[in-house]
């Protein structure tokens, strides 16, 4: 009896008696199961038979692996359709899954499975994975981030640094897709380093090669390798003093030493790179000494020195020795010009030559003088030497605040000395001006919409457009407007300012908004005022209405008694009071009634008597009319009833004149030109049914009074009320006259100065009625 029949007989036994234990069957585990690594995924592995006691639902049947990431899939149940106690558990292979018999040769699966209401079984399956025939390459080099490998740059030319290994070898070709590398692919799959090797002076470097390989049967694999270049560890070749200048006395003798350079590194050597063929100088390439060939004379010789390592050439430094032979001069050079002074535009490109210098010594040749900058360094850095020729080190820009804090002048003094004991040296001056150049178009603002009320004054302000230039000086612009001013564009631009104002009546029912095509010019920007840039900006006006007022006028009926003045004088008599709303400033006023001979005048809302020779007292009936609105535009209007009572000067008065001021406050004498759309309310109509019933009553007290009065019919007199206040010029008051002993009473009788027809004016509600 095998170990899975004791197993059984143990739990028979420990059951109670008469109990009977139902446990699932895996009848065909354990076993072991073959599969190749060239495999497909998604393939069946192997079906394993489930057997139940009894017929029931699908059992459930568990995969789990001792391997970790095992490429399997989770069982699949189906059911027999022979017998409703079997059911087969199918094992396959995950999406995807990739086998590798020299990585993983054998997975240890474990199942287990439970039928409905019976004992859980469990039981192993070996997976063996035996090794295909399919092309593989190795793992680092196939994945996508490929195979790394490091090396030094100072590794020896086509030294081996990669090796592709793939299974099986044999037969294969190997091919380098990206060409762009250094690096060589030998036929046995070898990364070699380059034929001259890495530039030990570059930092760290990175190839990446991608490799394809195929074997004799078309099969293929391909991968990458990423070579990492690493700095050398050994020390570098460098120069201490890369610049050296020697100086020597004429009549040296040949062969005997002028200098000696010195280099660090491994395995140096020296050689003279310029003048190619050197006549006057040779160098030892293993001491660096620099020795003279034959006698020499005043020169000057440059000599441009390589230092290398022998074993990696490309391991090199070059160093400069300026030798100078010295003569004997005692006296300055003389330099031709002597002081230079010149203009430039802003645009010269670095590099460009401002001035060559032609100087010479007394012994001395050109080539011997030494030139050098001296000045302020805020000038002096836009300059630079090279021999003789002064040339331009940085961008001239006139438009920067360090070109204006010079004042656009660049100042400098080239400083050009011989080799001689002792050393003379000449100075000479520059001055270079930068002059502008127009290089910049203006621009727009950001924001051109403007709102302006309607009933804007004439010369108000709109607004302003703010164009900028960058162009030194900056925002020097001219402001125009395309089309020019007039009733289709009533609108003006300030040349210098860009302040836009009104010119012209404005009316939002008639246009809402207008469109301003202003152009910006710039100004003093070039040398060449021909040379002018403009843009043209787009301006949106947009108008806000503003609704219709009727002036008011308090009070709206006045009274006045003045005593003329001598001919020829000018009496102020009176200032109406009138309010229209915001606008109220922008208020006209214009007698149109009751100035027969002229004798009155508005200046503004004064009104002002102008006296003459008549000898007899004399009242006059004005009607004043007042507008609203502004800009040319009006708008509704109020009349107000002037009655000036005008006393010749021979009339027994006070001995000053006086100018009385009588406002009817508890019962006004209105005179209105009534409107078809103003509507009263209903409080005024009660009112004014009250004044007629009271006039009625004053009418039949007055009416002897009335009909008893020689006064002309075209004339207008007002009744003084008891209640009158009296306004003298001066500032105090007087007792009025009582009504029966006044000469210019009032009798209610008028005539309209336009059509000439005679009325009857009301006292009370301020009406008209024809006559």
């Known amino acids: ?233 050994r020390p570098r070749v460098t120069f201490p003093e890369p610049h050296r200048a020697v100086t020597v006395t004429e009549g040296i003798g040949p062969w005997e030493v002028v200098t000696q350079v010195h280099a660090r590194g491994n395995n140096v050597r020296y050689a003279i790179l310029a003048p190619v063929a050197p006549a006057l100088f040779t160098i030892d390439e293993v001491t660096g000494e620099i020795r003279s060939t034959r006698r020499l004379q005043v020169i000057c010789a440059h000599l441009l020195i390589q230092a290398y390592n022998t074993l990696h050439p490309n391991d090199h430094a ?71 020729q002064l040339k331009v080190n940085t961008t001239l820009d006139y438009d920067s605040e360090s070109m204006a804090a010079l004042g656009f002048q660049l100042t400098a003094t080239i400083l050009v000395t011989v080799g001689g004991q002792p050393r003379q040296s000449t100075r000479v001056p520059v001055l270079v001006t930068v002059t502008p150049v127009n ?45 020019g001013t007039g009733p289709a564009q009533p609108f003006s631009i300030d040349r210098r300012t860009g302040e836009i104002r009104v010119v012209g009546p404005l009316d939002s029912q008639q246009q809402k908004s207008y469109r301003l095509v202003v152009r910006l010019t710039d100004t003093h920007n070039d040398l060449d005022l021909r040379k002018r840039r ?12 503003v609704p219709d007022q009727l002036p008011v006028c308090i ?51 004064t009104l002002v008597y102008l006296p003459s020779d008549r000898a007899e007292p004399h009242p006059f009936v004005l009607l004043v009319e007042v507008w609203g609105g502004s800009g040319g535009r009006r708008r509704r209007s109020s009349l107000v009833a002037l009655v000036v009572h005008v006393t010749p000067r021979s009339t027994p008065l006070p001995p000053s004149t006086t100018t009385q001021h009588t406002t009817l406050q508890k019962e006004p004498l209105v005179v209105l030109q009534t409107e078809a759309v103003w509507h009263p309310p209903a409080w005024f109509v009660a009112v004014l049914t009250i004044s007629g019933v009271l006039l009625l009553a004053t009418l039949g007290c007055m009416a002897r009074n009335l009909l008893c009065s020689s006064r002309a019919p075209g004339k207008l007199f007002l009744a003084k009320s008891s209640w ?48």
């Open 555 to 605: 009070p709206e009926v006045q009274e006045l008694r003045i005593t003329a003045g001598s001919p020829g004088s000018r009496q102020p008599v009176t200032r109406l009071v009138c309010q229209g709303g915001p606008d109220s400033a922008l208020l006209t006023y214009n007698i149109v009634g009751g100035n027969e001979d002229g004798r009155f005048r508005l200046e503004g809302n």
């Open 1 to 233: 009896m095998g170990m899975h029949g004791h197993l059984t007989f143990l739990l028979l036994s420990l059951c109670a008696p008469g109990t009977f234990v139902r446990a699932t069957v895996l009848p065909d585990l354990p076993r072991v199961v073959a599969l190749s690594e060239d495999t497909a995924s998604g393939t069946r592995v192997t079906e394993v038979t489930v057997s139940c006691s009894n017929s029931s639902s699908s059992p459930n049947v568990t995969l789990d692996s001792i391997e970790p990431d095992h490429p399997f899939n989770s069982i699949a149940i189906s059911s027999d359709p022979t017998d409703a106690t079997t059911f087969r558990a199918e094992v396959t292979l995950r999406a995807g899954a990739e086998l590798d018999a020299r990585r993983t040769n054998q997975y240890t699966l474990i199942l287990r499975a439970a039928c409905p209401g019976e004992d859980e079984v469990e039981e192993r399956l070996f997976v063996r994975v035996t090794a295909g025939h399919v092309l593989r390459c190795d793992s680092p080099f196939a994945s996508a981030e490929g195979d790394v490998v490091q090396v030094l740059a100072d590794v020896a030319p086509r030294t081996p640094l990669y090796t592709v290994l793939p299974q099986p070898l044999g037969g294969l070709t190997f091919t380098l897709r990206n060409r762009n590398t250094p690096l060589t692919l030998t036929r046995r799959g070898l990364v070699l380093a380059p034929d001259n090797g890495f530039d030990p002076s570059k930092d760290t470097q990175t190839f990446r090669l991608e490799i394809e390989v195929m074997d004799r049967h078309g099969h293929n694999c391909s991968g990458a390798v990423r070579v990492e270049v690493l700095p050398s560890r």
């Open 724 to 771: 009158d206040v009296v306004e003298h010029s001066g500032g105090k008051e007087e007792q009025g006259h009582p009504h029966a002993s006044s000469p210019g009473q009032f009798d209610g009788r008028a005539q309209d100065p336009r059509t000439g027809r005679d009325y009857l004016f009301s006292s009370v509600t301020g009406a008209r009625r024809w006559i």
């Open 318 to 388: 070059t160093a400069t020795v300026n030798v100078t032979v010295q003569g004997t001069d005692r006296l300055a050079p003389r330099c031709d010009p002597a002081i230079f002074v010149s203009q430039v535009s802003e645009t010269m490109s670095p590099g460009s030559t401002l001035v060559t210098l032609r100087c010479t010594g007394f012994t001395s040749t050109d080539g011997c003088l030494h030139y050098a900058l001296e000045g302020p360094p805020s000038s002096r850095s836009h300059f630079c030497m090279e021999g003789p």
């Open 439 to 483: 290089e910049f178009t203006p621009a727009c603002p950001s924001s051109a919409t403007f709102t302006v009320p309607e009933t804007a004054a004439f010369s108000s302000v709109v607004g302003r457009v703010a164009g900028t230039d960058r162009d030194y000086p900056q925002d020097s612009l001219e402001y125009s407007l395309e089309g």
């Open 534 to 545: 403009s843009r043209l900006c787009d301006v949106s006006v947009r108008l806000q209405a």
